[in-house]
């Protein structure tokens, strides 16, 4: 079995009465890609929140490569290798395209006020190859984000796009884990399509590990090896989806249960 | 016989044409505008400007600047009730005699409220609540004659110029800008007297005595006997003895703009567009040309210009300064500080205490005695290390809140640094309300010393910080330091979760504020000799910030054109600007433009690209939309229309 990346105990979230997560175990594989599905107001974004830093939970540990995150601000997170995007989509829509996937390199560069002063050969050196790599990144979606569209301001771009460049902005972090939630939402069927495609290919190309949240259930049969479901802040099930989406009680969550006949 | 009969009759023709529906008016709009100015006329007429202005001329025996302050309403306002907003694709309603009279009544509704001020003041006293009620105020309205001839000539005057204001809609776009080239040239040609005065008489003294430039790095305490400056006709026909235009002077100016706004048409857009256009190193080399020619226009202004003039830049110079910095934690981080004075106070004492030659009254025992050792640079670094600190230690506190909160608790620092430096406890270090006195110049040994006696040498103090500031500013904005604070001005938490240190990076923002403010401290002290805690005021903070969001936040050149337009035009908290006049309606001045700039060009003067796209979302979104840059939907996966990828 290979290495487990993450690997969350016990973990618990309560705000004020509400537990948003109960004793929730779960754990991810190196190389593997997660998909968590659930009803809304299952806790799957305080899951999300809690991994990135966003949320301290109340109990339990979140364990990364073998080191806790408990604790640590989000950058820091971000720094050990864990990137996420969010479900509403949060651009830095006044910067451009180019800047937005350079800013997000901050952590893994390191020029400070003197080499940007003196314009020193290693400051000139960092600030090109962070232009290379997000244009590699950006490179990754097609010609959708490239070319003119680099200094253009985030704003300008469709939801489609903007989505894209979400996902870009989190993979120029030089990220292991890429956390995305609800990466197709508001796409067409086509667009939805191809970005599953991406999605397998941001592990084979770029050795990701992934774990996603996701509504739609044809992205997440065609590219998860592992389906977890939560509802109520805890797992209801996991397995592969198959497993996931026979399972009576995941229906129940989603369906309801039948009336039950009048006596 | 016949052909002019048709003539007559196509000439009725037109006539019909252009009065028809001349009455047919929007009355609403123009009861609501004709009201509006009958405010602001009565409102500025009660607030003393027009009596207190009235010494100035703008045109000798035409028009003063106090009837100015009052008639460029007129006119404006007759222009606005007809301005409409054009949307693409919709045809404009056709301009036509509606619009004159619609200025018209404008101006004369207007007027009318002003003419009801007349016969008030004429027969009522109300000089207790409102001050300026008084016989010199009836006088100006009446225009020195008697009541009923102020009466009318306020219901007509305002009228005629609502409707020439108005007339403006008629115009084609060239020769409405011509006009405007020649009204808003007399009236600064008129306005600047003082500067243009010293400058062309400068350059005319060098040119008729070279002499002159050969003594250029003396003390100047001893000024070479005045010589006939070769432009001294030139200067006599413009200006009026009494101050302000004469004249012929006012029409020769006016045809003379008017003539080059028609040859210039369109030039000065074409190269700025040619210059955007460009790209790479030739960009890089035209932007080092226009650098370096500014560079080499500013070391040489002071060989023609007097000391006020010096003094007046070198004001506008600290304020660059101050206003630089504010903008990097303002305009770059997003951090609204209204404290900034805080920094700049300490930059002053600092070098105060460091380079002042007898300590303060009360200074400590355990602490060594200042005796001045410190060269003037070793105290400028110390200065700066000191307002680094000074900005960690107020920074750190403050920068864990965010919007409102912050701006609050930054006030009350800027004022907590004023009260200390006043108080038992630390005010005797520094001399409490005396201050600090007789801080010598900033001394550069063989190149020599910078102080306040001599305006030229503290002009090119300025000039060398304002430059460094400027390098700074601008070398940090595009870099990754920059790209974090424009992350974090933009969306706190999501900078967080993309790797970025907030808390670091909004503290650098302050650092590097406070040591540009001390900068600006060190120079002032330097120049002015003394440093007192009244000269911290909370004031100079919000005029700072007025500077930078005037000027148009986020960009060095706004920032620039902020200092200029607001201090070097209306003067700093105590500093005078080149419109002494208008000091005692300074604040008033800031307030109105500060509000006018907000609503109708909230990206300042030179906007920052960023901050306009931000508060023109949509016309942006549409604009791009309209030229196919923006993808309507994913099938289309490049421009609509042709756009060369880069």
Not at chain 2, 608 to 631: C, I, M, P, T, Y
């Amino acid at each position: 079995m290979s290495e487990r990346i993450l690997d969350i105990q016990n973990l618990s979230v309560t705000f004020g009465g509400l537990h948003a997560l109960k004793d929730l175990n779960f754990h991810v594989d190196e190389g593997e890609i997660v998909g968590v599905i659930g009803p809304n107001g299952a806790g799957k974004t305080t899951f999300f929140n809690m991994i990135s830093g966003m949320v301290t939970p109340t109990s339990g540990d979140i364990l990364f490569e073998g080191q806790s995150l408990i604790g640590l601000d989000p950058n820091e997170v971000t720094r050990r290798g864990i990137a996420r995007t969010f479900q509403n989509v949060r651009l830095f829509a006044n910067m451009t395209i180019a800047e937005n996937v350079m800013v997000s390199q901050h952590c893994r560069s390191k020029a400070g006020i003197w080499s940007t002063l003196f314009n020193t050969a290693a400051f000139r050196k960092e600030e090109r190859e962070i232009r290379e790599h997000a244009e590699k990144v950006l490179g990754f979606f097609g010609t959708r984000l490239i070319g003119y569209r680099l200094e253009q301001p985030a704003s300008v771009l469709s939801y489609a796009n903007r989505r894209r460049l979400e996902i870009a902005r989190a993979m120029a972090t030089k990220p292991r884990l890429l956390l995305l939630d609800e990466p197709v939402a508001g796409m067409n069927p086509m667009e939805s399509a191809e970005l599953t495609d991406l999605i397998g290919k941001l592990r084979s190309e770029w050795g990701f590990t992934i774990v996603m949240i996701e509504h739609d259930m044809n992205v997440v049969r065609d590219v998860s090896d592992r389906v977890v479901c939560l509802d109520h802040g805890e797992t209801l099930a996991q397995g592969s989806f198959e497993e996931v989406s026979s399972n009576p009680e995941v229906i129940e969550a989603y369906l309801g249960r039948p009336l039950e006949k009048k006596a | 016989m016949s052909d002019i009969t048709t003539q007559v009759d196509d000439t009725i023709d037109t006539i019909e044409e252009l009065t028809r529906g001349a009455f047919d008016l929007n009355w609403n709009r123009v009861l609501r505008f004709g009201n509006l100015l009958g405010l602001a006329l009565v409102f500025i007429a009660l607030s003393g400007m027009p009596v207190g202005l009235d010494e100035r001329e703008i045109v000798d025996g035409v028009i003063s600047l106090g009837y100015l302050a009052l008639l460029t309403f007129p006119p404006i306002l007759g222009w606005t009730v007809g301005k409409e907003i054009v949307l693409e694709g919709m045809s404009a309603t056709k301009r036509g005699a509606r619009d004159v009279v619609a200025g018209a009544f404008v101006g004369a509704l207007g007027g009318l409220w002003m003419s009801i001020l007349v016969l008030l003041v004429d027969n009522f006293n109300l000089r207790d609540p409102l001050v300026n009620w008084s016989p010199a105020l009836l006088t100006l309205m009446t225009f020195s004659r008697s009541t009923g001839f102020g009466l009318v000539s306020w219901i007509i005057l305002p009228g005629v110029l609502g409707a020439a204001g108005a007339s403006l809609h008629l115009l084609t776009p060239r020769l409405r800008r011509a006009v405007m080239a020649m009204v808003l040239t007399v009236i600064s040609v008129s306005i600047f007297q003082s500067l243009i005065d010293d400058l062309v008489g400068g350059i005319g003294e060098s040119i008729a005595d070279p002499g002159r430039l050969s003594e250029f790095f003396g003390e100047g305490d001893t000024p070479r006997p005045r010589v006939d400056s070769v432009f001294d006709g030139l200067i006599d026909f413009i200006y009026a003895q009494r101050g302000g235009l004469t004249v012929a002077g006012a029409i020769a100016l006016a045809l003379v703009a008017g003539a080059l706004s028609l040859a210039g048409r369109g030039r000065i857009a074409k190269a700025k567009a040619s210059y955007n256009a460009k790209t790479g190193p030739e960009r890089t080399r035209q932007t080092a040309i226009m650098i370096a020619v500014s560079t080499v226009l500013l070391i040489v202004l002071p060989f023609f210009t007097g000391r006020i003039t010096q003094d007046l830049l070198a004001n506008v110079g600290i304020f660059l300064l101050l206003a630089l910095g504010l903008n990097i934690v303002v305009g770059l981080a997003g951090i609204l500080d209204l404290g900034y004075v805080a920094f700049f106070a300490v930059g002053s004492y600092s070098i105060a205490i460091l380079t002042v030659t007898d300590p303060p009254k009360s200074w400590p025992d355990w602490l060594p005695t200042l005796d001045g050792q410190f060269g003037w640079l070793l105290a400028l670094l110390i200065t700066v290390v000191i307002a680094g600190v000074v900005g960690l230690f107020i920074g750190a506190p403050v920068i864990r809140m965010r919007g409102d909160y912050l701006a609050i608790v930054t006030l009350g620092f800027g004022e907590i640094i004023r009260i200390l430096l006043l108080s038992d406890w630390l005010g005797g270090y520094f001399n409490a309300a005396q201050g600090i006195t007789n801080i010598p110049g900033a001394d550069f040994g063989p190149l020599g010393e910078a102080k306040g006696i001599n305006p030229r040498s503290i002009f090119y103090l300025v000039l060398v910080f304002a430059a460094i500031s400027i390098y700074v500013s601008w070398r940090l904005e595009h870099s990754r330091l920059g790209r974090a604070w424009m992350a974090v001005r933009e969306d706190e938490s999501v900078a967080e979760a993309m790797g970025i240190n907030t808390v670091n990076v909004k503290l650098m923002a302050f650092v590097v504020g406070a040591v540009l403010a001390s900068f600006a401290g060190a120079v002032v002290s330097a120049k002015v000799g003394s440093v007192f805690p009244t000269s911290f005021l909370i004031l100079v903070s919000i005029i700072i910030l007025v500077v930078v969001i005037v000027g148009g936040m986020g960009n060095i050149l706004g920032v620039l054109a902020g200092s200029f337009v607001l201090i070097g035009v209306l003067g700093g908290p105590r500093q005078p600007g080149l419109l002494a006049e208008f000091s005692e309606y300074k604040l008033l001045i800031y307030g109105a433009l500060l509000v006018w700039m907000m609503l109708q060009r909230p990206e300042g003067l030179i906007p920052n690209v960023r901050r306009s796209r931000e508060l023109h979302q949509d016309e942006f979104l549409q604009d791009a939309w309209l030229k196919g840059e923006v993808d309507p939907d994913d099938d289309h996966e490049g421009p609509a229309t042709e756009v060369a990828p880069a």
